[in-house]
């Protein structure tokens, strides 16, 4: 029995090392089909709500224990745990691979023992304006918006300011809503998104907890790739590290833009943007080939001037605290 025992282990681990031989070795995203989402999926806007209703809700979010951060999302009717050595994403992680696993809701409150839960969107900061800023939006849209609903002093997705920028310092807040039955990685568990002059796309999405490294997407298959997750320059360059926080906190983000320079039709320099999400730079002075964009129509036309856009993707995504510090003012045409 001892020697059927002891070869039945060096079986186990021969197995687990052959596993994680495939994993290292892996090179590409298993990428699954998005299923439509399905009428009546539960939503969260208002996180007191979500508590008193959602059983999961208080084992969601982040945890600290020695050197090691933890992040539990609640996706499919299960718990998805990614464990970090070093700390938090932005905060001590020391960017070596990440352990996931998947738990019942059962298994989490053994599983949390000894773990000290953290809400880090309390330490962000949510500056006021600076003197020279324009303030376009503090719960009320001060005739700044083309369009823009506004609701219990939150201005709703979609919206697009009636003047156009060029080069700029834009900061804003938002919060994406709770969806747990969805999907890991599904597009609606919270997507919106900020264009720089209409043209330049910074993805706003629920993508808290998600590991951007392949290796992670063996079992489970991705539905949207990092770049198009929460703090990519959509579909061009994804974020250096995952520093979205959990759906239902307040979190910032800030983009500091130069526009493309064009002589005519010929473009004589990229666009450039530094992002940063929850004050995590994300990227510093990174050149933009091209608009963003995909499927048939392609990437968006470059410009020169345009407005800002807080993109409506059928997601109840909300923002506050939006205010710009405008670097450069647009050549006006000359008159005839």
Known sequence: AV??????????????????????????????????EAAGTPVWTDPR???????GFEFMGEYIKGGAGLQIVPAANRFYLSAYQGGLPGAGWDGDSIAHQWLDFGELAEY???????????KLEFPAAPQEATVLFDGQK??????????????????????????????????????????????????????ALGAYEVQVMDTFGLDPSPDAWQETAILKKPDTWCGSIYGL???????????????????????????????NSDALMTVKLNGVVLHDALPVPSGTGGGPSGPRAEVSHGPILIQKHGSPVVYRNVWIVER???PRPRAP
Not at 180 to 193: A, M, V, Y
């Open 49 to 55: 709500k979500a508590a008193d209703e959602f059983e």
């Open 237 to 267: 360059h994804p974020p250096v590290v995952n520093a979205c926080l959990p759906p239902l906190a307040w979190q910032t983000l800030d983009i500091d833009f130069t526009a493309a320079k064009f002589d005519g039709d010929k473009k």
């Open 142 to 195: 001060h005739g700044h918006w083309k369009s823009g609903e506004v609701i219990d002093g939150l201005l709703q997705a979609g919206a697009r300011t009636k003047k156009s920028y060029t080069d700029f310092r834009l900061h804003l807040e938002f919060m994406t809503p709770l969806k747990p039955t969805l999907p890991l990685s599904h597009p609606g568990r919270g997507n919106s998104g900020v264009f």
């Open 3 to 36: 020697a059927q025992e002891a070869g039945a282990k060096d079986a186990r681990s021969k197995s687990k090392t052959a596993n994680a031989d495939k994993v290292r070795k892996a090179k590409s995203f298993k990428v699954g089909k998005i299923v439509k």
């Open 328 to 330: 450069g003012k647009f």
């Open 112 to 122: 949390v023992v000894g773990w000290q839960k953290v809400d880090r969107s309390w």
